[in-house]
C-alpha cells in the first residue's frame, strides 16, 4: 500500500539529501568502533604508558567526545546481535566488520551488554576504562556490576556498563527462528563474509583452514533463500571494491543458490552448489596478487598462470578437510566454472565435454557480479543492466541460453540493486522481482519520496498495480546512475 508519495523531480547531476542522517551515524560510528578495536587490542600487549597504545587511546577519546559534546552522552549497546549508537542500529561497513564482530564477540564472553559514557572524558578515565575491562574474567555475571563499582571507587562517574540481556546468549538455529529475516540474512552475510577472508588467509599461509562454519552458514543462506530470496538479493548490492574477492564470493554463492532454487534443486544440492560457488575462486590464492589485481592486458605468461585458477582450485578443495563426504559435482563445477558453453574457455579439454550444471550456473553468477562490481583496478562498472545486456549477446557461445533466461527471470530485466526513474517521476529501487515471467518489466519497488515535512520516506510498490483505462499505474521509464544522483542504494536493503 502506498503512502502519500510526494514526487521527486529529477535532475541529472543533482544531489538528493537522501538519509544523510543515518550515513553520517553510519561513518561516525564505525570510525568509533575501528578505533575503541585499535585501542583495545593493543592495550592487550602493551602497558599503558606505552607510545602506540597512548596514539590509539587519544585517537579514540577524540572520537567519543566528537559525539558526547554534541549530544552529552554516547551509548553503545548490543541487541540482537547488533551494535546500536545512540539507540539506533549502527549499520556496519564491510571494512568495519573486524571491529563489529571484535565488540559482540568480547562482550559475550564478558557477559556485558554496553556501555555508556556521559560528558566529555579525559585520558586518564579512558584508560581506566580499558584496563578495567581487560581485567574482567569470562564468563560472570557479575562483570557489570564490579566494572562500575570500580569505576565509583576511581570516581569515574561519566562510564557505566549494563550487563548482557540472557537473550543475546542464544544459539544462531533459534535466532534464525525467531527474529527477523532480513536482520538475520545480514548476520549470515557478514559471517559468510568474514569467515571465508579467514578461510583465504589461512590457505595463503599455507596452513589448514577450519571451513565447518562456512558449510553451516551455507546451509544458512539456502534456508534463507527458500523462505524469501529477494532477502538475500538485496544484500548482493553490497559491493566494496577493497574487499572484492572475498565480497565476489559471497554474491556468486547467493546467486547461485537462488538459481537452483529456481531450478527445483534439494536442499543439499543447494547446499553443495552454494559451497562450490562460495569457493570456485580458491585457485587464484596461489596467482600472485599483482597479476590477479592488474589494470592491464596480462601478458602470454601471466594469462597461462591466471589459467591455471580453476585446476590449482580443485587441489586446494580436495585438500580441505571437515567439509564431510563430497559430491563429485562440486569437484567439477570449480574445476570447469570457467569453460564457457562452446568449451572455448579454459581449463582445456583432452576430450570435449559439456560443462556440469554448477559450472554453468556459477559461470553465470560470476561474470554478473564481476561486471556490475566496481574492482580496485577498475571502480567504474557496468549498471545491472548494462552487463545483462552485454551477457545475452554471448548466450549461445558463453553461457548456457537456458539458465541465463532462469537468471534473468531471477534478477529481473531492471535488475534488484538498480536505480530507476518511472513515468510519475519518482525514483525507485527493483527489490522483488515479478513472478509471473510475462511481466519481467514490472518488479516490486521501493519508491524514494519526500512526505509533507520534507523527509525522505520510501515506500513499497509493485508496478504490476492496474491504473485507470487499462493502463498500469506506474512504470519504469529508464535507469538512472545512483552515483550521479548520490543515492546509496545498499542503505536500502541492510
Known sequence: ???????????????????MSNAELSERG?????????????????????????????????????????????SLKMLKGDIFLNDQRLRHSVDGFASFKYFITQWKKKRIGG????????????????YTMNSLPDGRDENAADFNERMAYHK??????????????????????????????????FETLGTIK???????????????????????????????????????TIKNYDEYTFNHSVNVSIYSIAVGRRLGLSKKALTELGITALLHDLGKSKVPREIVNKPDKLDDAEWVLMKKHPLMGVEIFLNLKQL??????????????????????????????EPSLFGRIIQIADVYDAMSTPRVYRKKSFSPDQALAIMLKDRETTFDPIL?????????????????????KEIAIPYKMNPDPEL??????????????????????????????????????KTLDPNKYHIDIVKYFI
Do not use: C, W
Open 324 to 353: 564431510g563426504e563430497l559430491n563429485p559435482r562440486t569437484v567439477i563445477g570449480i574445476f570447469d566454472h570457467h569453460l564457457k558453453t562452446d568449451l572455448s574457455g579454459y581449463p582445456g579439454l583432452f576430450r570435449k565435454k
Open 198 to 236: 579467514e578461510v583465504i588467509t589461512q590457505i595463503k599461509q599455507k596452513r589448514y583452514p577450519d571451513v565447518r562454519k562456512l558449510k553451516r552458514l551455507v546451509q544458512a543462506s539456502v534456508r534463507l533463500a527458500m523462505e524469501d530470496e529477494s532477502i538475500m538479493l538485496g544484500l548482493t
Open 404 to 424: 541465463l533466461k532462469v537468471f534473468i527471470g531471477l534478477v529481473g530485466i531492471f535488475p534488484v540493486g538498480s536505480l530507476v526513474l518511472l513515468d510519475t
Open 115 to 130: 556501555v555508556t559514557f556521559e560528558g566529555v572524558l579525559d585520558e586518564r578515565m579512558l584508560q581506566e576504562f580499558v
Open 440 to 477: 519481467l518489466d514490472r518488479p516490486q519497488v521501493i519508491v524514494i519520496h519526500r512526505d509533507g515535512k520534507g523527509e525522505v520516506k520510501k515506500s513499497f510498490v509493485d508496478l504490476s498495480e492496474p491504473g485507470s483505462a487499462g493502463a498500469y499505474k506506474r512504470s519504469i521509464v
Open 156 to 189: 569515574i562517574h561519566s562510564i557505566e556498563v549494563v550487563p548482557l540481556d540472557e537473550t543475546e546468549d542464544e544459539d544462531a538455529d533459534s535466532i534464525l527462528q525467531k527474529d527477523d529475516q532480513k536482520v538475520v540474512a545480514k548476520k549470515v552475510f
Open 30 to 74: 564505525n570510525n568509533l568502533l575501528k578505533k575503541l578495536h585499535l585501542m583495545m587490542r593493543v592495550s592487550q600487549i602493551f602497558g599503558a604508558n606505552n607510545v602506540t597504545f597512548r596514539r590509539f587511546m587519544r585517537e579514540s577519546l577524540e572520537a567519543i567526545n566528537a559525539i558526547t559534546e554534541k549530544e552529552r552522552r554516547l
Open 1 to 19: 500500500m502506498e503512502t502519500g508519495a510526494s514526487n521527486v523531480e529529477v535532475k541529472e547531476g543533482t544531489p538528493l539529501p537522501l538519509g
